[in-house]
């Protein structure tokens, strides 16, 4: 069972990465007004504002699916793995997630400023 939970968190871990990058280039849009992106018809010379909105739904995306991720391994730890300490494992679990898809958004976000 351990190596099953350790196998669907890997594609998890490579499935949302790629909803995150999905989600910030086409649906994140919709969120942000056109003011940010746009002055006159024109787009910005100053484009800081609107980098900074993308970057806070990008990571509130994030931490909303590690809340997922994290109560899914919780309830599979504690029903089908039987695991004593399931809400630590699942805590340590969701705290790697976090840190590996904020280096992930840190990283794509020093890239395209470069």
Same mark, same amino acid.
Do not use: H
């Given at each position: 069972?351990?190596?099953?939970?350790?196998?669907?968190?890997?594609?998890?871990?490579v499935l949302?990465?790629g909803?995150?990058?999905?989600?910030?280039?086409y649906?994140?849009?919709?969120?942000?007004?056109?003011?940010?992106?746009?002055?006159?018809g024109?787009?910005?010379?100053?484009?800081?504002?609107l980098?900074?909105?993308?970057t806070?739904?990008?990571?509130?995306?994030?931490v909303?699916?590690?809340?997922l991720?994290f109560?899914?391994n919780?309830?599979?730890l504690?029903?089908?793995?039987?695991v &004593? &300490?399931?809400?630590?494992?699942?805590?340590?679990?969701?705290?790697?997630?976090?840190v590996i898809?904020?280096?992930f958004?840190?990283?794509?976000?020093?890239?395209?400023?470069?």
């Amino acid at each position: 069972m351990i190596i099953l939970y350790g196998i669907y968190n890997l594609v998890y871990q490579v499935l949302s990465l790629g909803f995150l990058f999905f989600a910030n280039t086409y649906l994140n849009d919709f969120f942000i007004p056109n003011s940010l992106k746009w002055k006159d018809g024109r787009l910005r010379e100053d484009l800081t504002s609107l980098a900074v909105t993308q970057t806070v739904i990008l990571v509130i995306e994030a931490v909303l699916l590690m809340l997922l991720m994290f109560y899914i391994n919780k309830r599979f730890l504690s029903n089908s793995a039987k695991v &004593n &300490n399931a809400n630590e494992t699942a805590a340590w679990t969701a705290g790697t997630y976090l840190v590996i898809t904020l280096a992930f958004i840190g990283f794509v976000i020093y890239v395209s400023v470069k």
